[in-house]
Structures are given as C-alpha cells and as structure tokens.
C-alpha cells in the first residue's frame, strides 16, 4: 500500500459551522479581503462578524465564471487594499477566484505565467496570503483542490493554475448554506459532486485512501440528491450533499478525474452551459464507452469491477450490472431535469475543436484508459 496524499491545512465541517468563522479569522490580521457571490445571504453574518472583530474588510462581488480579466481585475483590488487574508464565501467558481487572487498577491508577474496548456505553466514561489474557503453550493469541493479553474476569454478555454500551495489555509463548510440554493442549481452542482467520487474511483491514478472516500460519497449522493433537490430544506439531504462534495474535492486532488471533466473544460469555454449540466450529460455515455473499451483493449483492468461495483451501490441492487447502473444515472438525469447539450448550441461541426481541446485536459489523463479520437466522438454524440 502507498501513496501520497495531500489536502487543506483545515476542515471544518459542519451543520452551523459558520458561527466558528470568529475564532479562525481572528489568526490571520486585521485587512480582509472578502469575495462572495451576491446571492448568498450569508455574507452578510460575515460583515458584521468583521465589523464585531474590528477587522476592516473590502468586498468584492463575483459574478458567473472566474475569467482571465476579472482574476487580474480582483488581484489589483486586494493589492491596493493591501489585505492580510482573504476569504471566499459562494460557489465553486468564487472559491476558485479566491485561490487564484490569495497566489497572485505574493507571487511576480501575470496570471498567464501560472496556467497549464495556454499559459507557461510556472510554479509558485512564494506561499499564498491565508485563504479560507467557504462553500455555498455542494458541488465542486474546491474548498480542498489544489487548482482554480479560470476562463481564457480569447481562446474560449477553460484552464487550470495548479499548485499544492492552493490548497486553502481552512475549508469551512457549512451544509446550512446550501439551503437557500434554488432546485436547478442544486441539480447542477450536485451532478458535478456525483462525478466528482465516480471518476476518481475508476482513475488510473486511485489509492485506497481515495477508494474509501469515493465509495462513501457514491452511497450518500445516490440516496441525497434528488432529496435534496426536491426538499431543499432537509438537513439530511443537504449535510450528505455538502459531504459528497467534499469528499469529491478531497478524491480529485489526489486521484484525478476522467473525460466527463477531460470534456467539460473545453466545452464550459466555448459554450454559455453550466459546469454540472455538462457533466450530466457526458457521465452515462462516458461510463458506456469506458466499459466498452476496457472490454475490448484491456479485458484483465479491474477498473471494470469498479464500474459493476458503482452500479451495485447506485440502484442497491446486489445483481446490478453496469448497464443497470448507467439507465439509473440517466433516469437521476431526467429527475432532475437536467437539460441537453443540444439545448446550449452544441453540435457536431463543434465535435472536432472539443476534442482537440479535451486530449490536452489535465483530468483526461486520470481516464481508466486512452481513448481514440472515435471513442471520443461517440461520447459526445451519444450526450447530445
């Protein structure tokens, strides 16, 4: 047994885990930079925790996506305000800004030095500001994910800076904020969870420690998600979401993901499509083709057991095949009303550029095998 694990200096995790902010933030300064989504009621509780502490703070409001500008927009806002430490409180593409800002403050030169694939790639020098993340959404676990995912606006790319030195100084998390989440959202971004703890399970690069983690959150979305959709203010449903996402965060960080998310970069940069949409619907032509190709190239990977085994824990049915397991993802998809990719202009004259760009995505290459370019193709084809 080995590996190599690595995640968030701190978890907090818990139903009202807000109400400890308090005693964390008191660590780290007096200038706080805050980055929140505006629809987050809970920004507020924040202010005046700040105000009570006699930290002075400025805001910042995000709005959709981190893009390459608003990321240099946000980074000049806190260097001029000259923050101690930042803190993030919204989705996972607010928690992403503050991961790429926090950096930025400390480290020389442009954003584009950092990125994979359009950018140079660099290392970070020198360790971020103290950055605490606070998800308001279960979906994307980037409260525990050594990457921010940003937006190329001229290259229509979704892009990634990766350093284990992202990881937040503290992950709070608090189910109690997802409830205000509307049904649509929380199908979306609970459909990104759910394929957060599949694809690191049948990754090339998966570790018992992952395993553990990835079954737990299978079981728990498969039971949770339409709960929670369908009662957004059931505790239950919503803590399990918020743990599923979690353990999500912590299984990518160290075991990768697949081609849902290989797919999802590039068409979330040419497309106006939801991140958990697109996931939605590539997972169940994804897990088809995988199988398929396991089967026929190689017969002996076990990663075919683990796509029986998801099946099995999914429907609860101890006989379940993997056939099983797909139909049931696809009848979760309907529940949810999960819209096509059909319906964001997607089409087959795009198939080409997407690929191209997919082949190129750090989560392709944790796929349980090398697709062909056909293979690909069928993906995206069967998705519309």
Same mark, same amino acid.
């Given at each position: 047994m080995q590996f190599d694990f690595s995640t968030t200096q701190r978890i907090i995790f818990g139903w009202g885990a807000l109400d400890k902010l308090p005693s964390i933030i008191s660590k780290f300064g007096t200038r706080a930079f805050l980055i929140y989504s505006k629809s987050v009621p809970a920004v507020t509780k924040i202010e005046n925790i700040f105000n009570e502490l006699q930290i002075k703070w400025h805001a910042f409001t995000a709005y959709g996506e981190p893009t390459d500008k608003v990321i240099n927009q946000v980074t000049a806002e806190a260097r001029d305000?000259?923050?101690? *430490?930042?803190? +993030? #409180?919204?989705?996972g593409s607010v928690i992403d800004t503050g991961k790429a800002v926090s950096a930025l403050l400390t480290n020389e030169g442009d954003l584009l030095d950092y990125l994979e694939v359009v950018?140079?790639?660099m290392p970070i020098k020198n360790l971020p500001k103290p950055y605490i993340a606070i998800p308001a959404t279960a979906g994307t676990g980037s409260e525990v994910t050594r990457n921010a995912v940003i937006k190329i606006t001229n290259k229509k790319v979704k892009v990634s800076m990766r350093n284990p030195w992202l990881l937040p100084s503290v992950a709070l998390v608090d189910p109690q904020l997802t409830v205000s989440v509307p049904p649509k959202i929380t199908a979306s971004t609970g459909m990104d969870a759910f394929t957060q703890v599949i694809e690191p399970y049948v990754s090339r690069f998966s570790n018992q420690l992952v395993d553990l983690y990835c079954k737990e959150g299978i079981e728990k979305a498969a039971k949770s998600l339409l709960k929670a959709y369908e009662y957004g203010d059931n505790q239950e449903a919503r803590t399990n979401m918020a743990w599923v996402s979690l353990l999500g965060g912590l299984s990518l960080a160290n075991a990768k /993901? !697949?081609?849902?998310?290989? *797919?999802? !970069? &590039? #068409?979330?940069?040419? *497309? =106006?499509? &939801?991140?958990?949409? #697109?996931?939605? %619907? /590539? /997972? &169940? +032509?994804v897990i088809e083709v995988n199988v398929r190709a396991l089967r026929e190239r190689e017969p002996q990977n076990q990663k075919v057991a683990r796509f029986e085994e998801i099946a099995k824990i999914i429907t609860q049915d101890s006989h379940a095949k993997i056939r099983d397991g797909i139909e049931w993802i696809k009848k979760l998809k309907d529940k949810l009303h999960i819209p096509q990719l059909l319906e964001f202009n997607i089409h087959k004259r795009d198939f %080409?550029?997407? #690929? %191209? =760009?997919?082949?190129? +995505? %750090? +989560?392709?290459k944790g796929n349980p095998i090398t697709l062909t370019d056909g293979e690909l193709w069928e993906i995206l084809e069967m998705a519309l």
């Amino acid at each position: 047994m080995q590996f190599d694990f690595s995640t968030t200096q701190r978890i907090i995790f818990g139903w009202g885990a807000l109400d400890k902010l308090p005693s964390i933030i008191s660590k780290f300064g007096t200038r706080a930079f805050l980055i929140y989504s505006k629809s987050v009621p809970a920004v507020t509780k924040i202010e005046n925790i700040f105000n009570e502490l006699q930290i002075k703070w400025h805001a910042f409001t995000a709005y959709g996506e981190p893009t390459d500008k608003v990321i240099n927009q946000v980074t000049a806002e806190a260097r001029d305000y000259n923050c101690d *430490f930042v803190v +993030s #409180i919204g989705g996972g593409s607010v928690i992403d800004t503050g991961k790429a800002v926090s950096a930025l403050l400390t480290n020389e030169g442009d954003l584009l030095d950092y990125l994979e694939v359009v950018g140079k790639g660099m290392p970070i020098k020198n360790l971020p500001k103290p950055y605490i993340a606070i998800p308001a959404t279960a979906g994307t676990g980037s409260e525990v994910t050594r990457n921010a995912v940003i937006k190329i606006t001229n290259k229509k790319v979704k892009v990634s800076m990766r350093n284990p030195w992202l990881l937040p100084s503290v992950a709070l998390v608090d189910p109690q904020l997802t409830v205000s989440v509307p049904p649509k959202i929380t199908a979306s971004t609970g459909m990104d969870a759910f394929t957060q703890v599949i694809e690191p399970y049948v990754s090339r690069f998966s570790n018992q420690l992952v395993d553990l983690y990835c079954k737990e959150g299978i079981e728990k979305a498969a039971k949770s998600l339409l709960k929670a959709y369908e009662y957004g203010d059931n505790q239950e449903a919503r803590t399990n979401m918020a743990w599923v996402s979690l353990l999500g965060g912590l299984s990518l960080a160290n075991a990768k /993901l !697949g081609a849902v998310h290989g *797919f999802a !970069g &590039p #068409i979330g940069g040419m *497309f =106006k499509a &939801p991140h958990g949409t #697109i996931c939605a %619907s /590539l /997972l &169940p +032509s994804v897990i088809e083709v995988n199988v398929r190709a396991l089967r026929e190239r190689e017969p002996q990977n076990q990663k075919v057991a683990r796509f029986e085994e998801i099946a099995k824990i999914i429907t609860q049915d101890s006989h379940a095949k993997i056939r099983d397991g797909i139909e049931w993802i696809k009848k979760l998809k309907d529940k949810l009303h999960i819209p096509q990719l059909l319906e964001f202009n997607i089409h087959k004259r795009d198939f %080409s550029e997407i #690929i %191209s =760009k997919s082949k190129r +995505s %750090s +989560s392709m290459k944790g796929n349980p095998i090398t697709l062909t370019d056909g293979e690909l193709w069928e993906i995206l084809e069967m998705a519309l």
